[in-house]
């Protein structure tokens, strides 16, 4: 074969395999293309990345003084790129509390901001003097409710209509992040000023009964005092503990296990209990202090006031994607329209527990998780919780482990 044609066949193929390169090339650029989305898609994406990573700054406040800001410069980073201006600056009641872009535009971004706070609208400045010439801003102050709480200022040349209006939606996205992070902290507030409120309902009463009840073990039976010393250690110490919203269902036994050892030393036989607790559920996080109290008011109020003792059962069972918590006594009983009442939120009376643990469960996890009571005067009282067993984000801190290891 003459060399011309050689080449000319070599040629060929190279410039066939080039030809299917690109073909595959295009072919893979092409389902690329469609895996990203249309561009509407592709923005829309963008959009709410972006504003997701700035309201993970935004919950705990705008960040002033008391945070240094941090938080804060991060929003802003993510919200200049939102809004596409040259700089952008956020604002507190105290003054410029972040800047991303160019620091010199903060006081003239202070005086906007307080220009907009005092409108209570969106503001335009053109021609705003800069170290290398002029630039327009658009101001619009974030309300949080009634209450300004500071401003957002975008500064572009030159500022058009669309920025202006994009300025004031992201100014009260801002505001609705902020209010949402104070009502996050007025809920977690609220949460800790009803433990706190469980935690004084432990009677004094209880504490001078035990604290005989040990006495009168020390010359008798030592072994016995010494016993019940370390069970009243271990329950003060979890009950009165500071850290930590959950617990386990596991954890939670534990202490109530204590509770009663010390109440049976007091009551002696007039006092039975029986236990039912599947291991499926020992791992179950629930609201620290929910299940004690109930315990404590089935001793306090059912039985204590009835002739000859009686019987506690405490039961948990493992209902699929649920576990089950009762707490049942043959004691006295509780009127139901005065049950009714302190489930209502009218005054709880002696049963300040059921009320505070009823309203915990409520708020953690719905008004259908709420405690389901049944009980007559002279019939006893049952007593039931109902909680998700699986609960991400639910985090118990100190470990239990830890705590134990403290002794």
Known sequence: MPESTLLATAAGVVAGALAVG????LRRLVLASKELGTDEERATY????????AATHLRGGLGGAETGGHD?????KHLRALLGCDTLVLADATGVVAVDGDDALAPAAAQLAAEAVDSGRAQLQRRVPTATGETDAAAAPILVGRRAA?????????VRAGLVRATGEVADWVAAQVELGELDASRAALAEAEVRALRAQISPHF????????ASFINTDPATARELVLEFADFTRYSFRRHGDFTTVAEELRSIDSYLRLERARFGERLQVTLQIAPEVLST???FLSVQPLVENAVRHGLEAKEGGGRITITAEDQGAFAQL????????????TLERVLAGGPPGDHVGLRNVDARLRQVYGDEHGLVVETNVGAGTLVRMRVPKSQPGRSIHPPAAEERMER
């Open 22 to 25: 690109i073909v595959v090339l």
């Open 72 to 76: 804060a410069a991060r929003a802003v």
């Open 326 to 337: 009762t707490v049942e006594d043959d004691g006295v009983g509780i009127d139901p329209e």
């Open 150 to 158: 500071g401003a957002l200022v975008a500064f572009a040349s030159p």
């Open 207 to 214: 504490i001078y009964n035990s604290l005989n009840a040990i």
């Open 285 to 287: 996080v629930i609201p």
């Open 46 to 53: 963008r959009t709410l990345h972006l504003a997701s990573r």
